[in-house]
């Protein structure tokens, strides 16, 4: 054969594999809105930088006539490619091939290529579109799915993992994305559950709709599955590519550097924001992007928990990573929810070098029956155990209030912050002055002849000698007292003084935190 035969053999063979599930399924899939698995990892990478791995692997499924049909690269595209030039390794399931499904050398091609991220030190970026487990495939599918769970969690920490759900996403299968750092969610495309609809229609004889149980919008507001929401896929690429720029390659490197630019200082001025009625709310997203560079802010979870903001923007061109209690949303509290968004947040920002910013102002933890019993004292310990072993800088802003148990999570100097500042309108108390009042002087109250006046002057002197940050400052618990609108300057200087931080922590294998 001439290499010229040989080269024709080979452009065939391609240009059959290239077809995947062929023209009908392809038109089912796009009929429902979805493009196919390559022009997915084509519009996310950066403009010809896809390079396509094992394009010829066969399906090795035998049974129930398996072994006569053809599963072009058996249902999944890999490969390695650019973002913003940096490379990543990349896997989309083809769901016009065997509705994606996962047999085992489908499997095998999603953990050669997590592989090669791991010892190449790349992001590892999955696009799921699949029906699951090959159901012909029996228990090979099981141990292909444990396969990856298991690459998911040796790459935690050490690759940022993404995970894109751009289809159905059901079983077992929903667990390696919610192993990774970020899922990606698209309306009306996505769809994750453990059981679907018909399961538990027969189990419990309760009737929900797909999207109802397991769409987009579920996991990004209620579950809290998602991190981010995109209306449409050309969205969510944008979002991921905007992710990265944000993000370290590995956990031995930092985030690029930008060139530093200030905030837009008309829009979020800070004294304009920041009420001076200290029983007003406020979203503390403007506060923030009167911080950050160009006052450009990616919020991470923004419809989940609102009444804690995460997210990152960058200060003097350096990413930084912000946790800020809002209190336009429920006072700002601190519940089962905000301590699980919060705490996981901190965690990727210490494995991947990004400082944390944290801005203080809440009324503490949320009380109620269905916290505690929700568990909020283990999902309220998340947050502490997070900020206590995070031994990136961290930099506490105390605004308003900072009570109780609150005061101490939100990175207080006691986690060994290495920098905390307060506002002159910062309150450092065991509680709010009503409820103190209420109860330190509820013999005085109750028993004057006027007991409406004795509590608010009682409150009055309570909030005079302990809702203010001087306090907490007298004993070095604050750095300093500042102006509100010398808050970036001070946190500029905290990173450039953090630059080089350096902290031991005891030996273990590792920590038990209350997960
Ligand atoms: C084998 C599958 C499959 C699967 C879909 N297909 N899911 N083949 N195993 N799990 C095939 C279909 O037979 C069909 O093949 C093609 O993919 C397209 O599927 P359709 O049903 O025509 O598509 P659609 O109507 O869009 O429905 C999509 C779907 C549905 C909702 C995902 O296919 C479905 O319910 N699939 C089964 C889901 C499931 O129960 N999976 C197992 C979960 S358990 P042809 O040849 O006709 O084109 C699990 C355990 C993992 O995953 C545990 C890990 C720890």
Request: proline share 5%; aromatic share 10%; glycine share 8%.
């Amino acid at each position: 054969m001439s290499i010229n035969s040989k080269n024709k053999e080979l452009k065939e063979r391609t240009q059959a594999a290239l077809q995947g599930g062929g023209e009908k399924a392809v038109e089912k899939q796009k009929a429902s809105g979805k493009l196919t698995a390559r022009e997915r990892i084509i519009a996310l990478l950066d403009k010809d930088s896809f390079h396509e791995y094992d394009l010829f692997i066969q399906h090795s499924g035998r049974d129930f006539d398996m072994d006569k049909k053809i599963l072009p690269g058996d249902g999944v595209v890999t490969g390695t490619g650019t973002i913003s030039g940096h490379p990543v390794c990349i896997y989309a399931q083809d769901f016009t091939v065997s509705g994606g499904s996962l047999g085992y050398m489908h499997a095998k091609k999603i953990c050669k290529i997590m592989d090669h991220a791991m010892a190449m030190r790349t992001p590892i970026i999955g696009i799921n579109d699949s029906g699951g487990a090959r159901i012909q495939e029996g228990v090979n599918a099981l141990a292909g799915y444990g396969e990856i769970f298991y690459r998911n969690t040796m790459a935690s920490g050490v690759i940022p993992q993404i995970s894109v759900i751009l289809g159905p996403c059901a079983g077992g299968a929903v667990y390696s994305p919610a192993l990774t750092d970020f899922v990606f969610v698209v309306d009306k495309i996505s769809n994750m559950f453990i059981t679907g609809p018909d399961v538990i229609k027969s189990v419990l004889g309760e009737e929900i709709s797909k999207e109802d149980l397991g769409g987009a919008k579920v996991h990004a507001q209620i579950s809290g599955n998602a991190h981010f929401y995109a209306e449409s896929e050309q969205e969510c690429f944008k979002q991921i590519q905007d992710l990265f720029t944000y993000i370290p390659w590995n956990n031995t490197k930092k985030a690029d550097p930008f060139e530093a630019k200030k905030p837009n200082s008309k829009d979020y001025k800070i004294n304009n924001i920041f009420p001076s009625d200290p029983a007003q709310p406020y979203d503390v997203r403007n506060i923030i992007k009167g911080l950050t560079d160009a006052s450009e802010f990616l919020e991470i979870q923004e419809l989940f928990a609102p009444n804690i903001v995460i997210g990152f923007g960058r200060i003097e061109g350096e990413t930084v990573g912000f946790v800020a209690n809002n209190p336009g949303a429920m006072a700002g509290v601190l519940d089962c929810d905000s301590s699980d968004k919060a705490a996981r947040f901190i965690r990727f920002c210490d494995a991947f070098n990004i400082p944390l910013v944290t801005l203080v102002d809440l009324p503490g933890y949320l009380p109620g029956i269905n916290q505690e019993h929700a568990g909020v004292i283990r999902h309220g310990a998340k947050i502490l155990y997070a900020y206590s072993e995070a031994t990136v800088p961290k930099i506490t802003v105390i605004l308003r209030k900072a009570y109780g148990g609150g005061y101490i999570a939100m990175c207080s100097s006691h986690l060994k912050a290495d920098f905390v500042f307060a506002w002159p309108t910062a309150e450092i108390a065991v509680m709010g002055p009503e409820g103190a009042a209420n109860i330190i002087f509820r013999k005085e109250i109750k028993e004057s002849d006027n007991p409406e006046k004795v509590r608010k002057e009682k409150i009055d002197e309570y909030r005079e000698k302990f809702a203010n940050p001087y306090v907490a400052a007298s004993y070095g618990y604050v750095d300093s007292v500042i102006q509100p609108n010398e808050t970036r300057k001070y946190i500029e200087h905290a990173l450039q003084m953090t630059q080089n931080k350096k902290q031991d922590t005891p030996f273990k294998k590792h920590g038990l935190p209350p997960f």
